[in-house]
T-cell receptor
Framework: DVKVTQSSRYLVKRTGEKVFLECVQDMDHENMFWYRQDPGLGLRLIYF???????EKGDIPEGYSVSREKKERFSLILESASTNQTSMYLC????????????FGPGTRLLVL | DQQVKQNSPSLSVQEGRISILNCDYT??????FLWYKKYPAEGPTFLIS?????DKNEDGRFTVFLNKSAKHLSLHIVPSQPGDSAVYFC????????????????FGKGTLLTVNP
């Protein structure tokens, strides 16, 4: 079974703090993704990576950066957290061998005060 | 511009009846479609998918139908069970112009399905 884990289930941060969200997958997947889910807006892609040290912007990259130093690990960084970044953050991974099916982690609910 | 649309924010059905969730898309380059189910406070889980070369794919109680000419797909759940109550997301992927998948999925906004006992 594919397992995608996220470092925290719930997180509370203050405006202006630097926030790190970490994601680890154990299936040697090439591709990893960060989404945010907000009510009425569905899942929106922030960044994705198709290889170590490679990254591409998704639909809403502003205010975020990412890091992929190892194949199994993909980090999302909020450089200076703002209240409009309060959201559910979801990490996913996929393999090119299996096509487009993405496997998701449990999510991190982030509250920025 | 919303490329994948789920026009019904919610749907309520009785246990044992059929649930039909609909999804429309506008990008004619989409060639692979997926359905995900999401419970509150959990990540989405993959349910079923269909390639554009097919018009139907079945897996147990779940069947996905694709109508390419109408740019429409639907997920049928028969019979519906209370445990099926969740948000269902439709997603689509397009082949890169240079060939091969671009691995990105475009998601709809989701439909909340409630199955009443």
């Amino acid at each position: 079974d594919v397992k995608v884990t996220q470092s925290s289930r719930y997180l509370v941060k203050r405006t202006g703090e630097k926030v790190f969200l970490e994601c680890v997958q154990d299936m040697d997947h090439e591709n990893m993704f960060w989404y945010r889910q907000d009510p009425g807006l569905g899942l929106r892609l922030i960044y994705f990576s198709y290889d170590v040290k490679m990254k591409e912007k998704g639909d809403i990259p502003e205010g975020y950066s990412v890091s992929r130093e190892k194949k199994e690990r993909f980090s999302l960084i909020l450089e200076s957290a703002s209240t409009n970044q309060t959201s559910m953050y979801l990490c996913a991974s996929s393999t090119t061998r299996e096509g487009e099916t993405q496997y998701f982690g449990p999510g991190t609910r982030l509250l920025v005060l | 511009d919303q490329q994948v649309k789920q026009n019904s924010p919610s749907l309520s059905v009785q246990e044992g009846r059929i649930s039909i969730l609909n999804c429309d898309y506008t990008n004619s380059m989409f060639d692979y479609f997926l359905w995900y189910k999401k419970y509150p406070a959990e990540g989405p889980t993959f349910l079923i998918s269909i390639s554009s070369i097919k018009d139907k794919n079945e897996d147990g109680r779940f069947t996905v139908f694709l109508n390419k000419s109408a740019k429409h797909l639907s997920l049928h759940i028969v019979p519906s069970q209370p445990g099926d109550s969740a948000v269902y997301f439709c997603a689509a992927s397009a082949i890169r112009s240079s060939g091969g998948s671009n691995y990105k999925l475009t998601f709809g906004k989701g439909t909340l399905l409630t199955v009443n006992p």
